[in-house]
């Protein structure tokens, strides 16, 4: 199937996975994760109709703006940030949605600030406390929104997070749910530069469930660009 096929395949299942929960469907945004494909798969992803892209890797999302890969849509970046690529990212994205540690927060202020812009990020929550995994633990979450005050370059939209693996449908209800929940805590705690409108879960074997759990935005890469060839980038 073609990339516009695979998107509008998708369009029908998060129709059907709203409409099935009493949602309206036009409140959950497609996100392409677009890792390991190029500027013209994009292209084609972005015309097919997704509402933004998410690049995993600052290397990728460099090459691809100067490609002008993402004309048309937001781009978000969506993978692990380290503190010394902020410069790369910050300024060049709509949403930074994996924010995993006070220090990288305090990392995108400052070039933020530096640049004179306020930064929209998400908040990466490690709802399954994988210690192969980054994020902040559920209980961080409020305390941290609190002090979001000290943050003035910054605009904490809602959350993210990647629940463990599930091989089998309904099998991360459980942190969707407590997800959702916290979002619904943190409405109750909002600062100035905290605007609780994104919840980003679900990816391409799972976004159903997430979606039935309240996600407003789902990040699909196989799904739509087909099974990533990992072999051949690691021989480049």
Do not use: W
């Amino acid at each position: 199937m073609s990339i516009a096929e695979n998107v509008a395949r998708v369009r029908a299942e998060m129709e059907a996975a709203a409409l099935a929960c009493g949602r309206d469907p036009r409140e959950i945004k497609l996100c392409a994760a677009t890792k390991m494909n190029d500027a013209d798969a994009v292209r084609q992803a972005i015309a097919a109709g997704v509402d933004c892209c998410g690049e995993n890797r600052v290397q990728e999302l460099t090459a691809k703006l100067r490609e002008n890969a993402y004309e048309g849509a937001p781009v978000h970046f969506i993978g692990h940030l380290q503190t010394n690529k902020v410069k790369q990212v910050v300024g060049k994205v709509d949403l930074i949605q994996s924010v995993d540690s006070e220090r990288l927060l305090e990392a995108i202020d400052r070039e933020a600030a530096r640049q004179g812009i306020v930064q929209s990020i998400l908040l990466e929550v490690n709802i399954g406390e994988e210690a192969s995994k980054s994020g902040f633990r559920a209980e961080e979450i409020l305390p941290l929104v609190e002090k979001a005050g000290n943050f003035p370059n910054i605009c904490i939209k809602g959350l993210m997070a990647i629940p463990p693996i599930s091989h089998n449908s309904g099998e991360n209800l459980n942190f969707f749910q407590k997800m959702c929940n916290l979002t619904v805590d943190i409405t109750k705690k909002i600062e100035d530069n905290v605007t609780v409108d994104c919840l980003s879960m679900g990816m391409s074997g799972d976004f159903p469930d997430a979606i039935a759990c309240g996600s407003t935005m789902i990040r699909v890469g196989t799904a739509i660009f087909g099974a990533r060839d990992y072999a051949k980038a690691s021989s480049k």
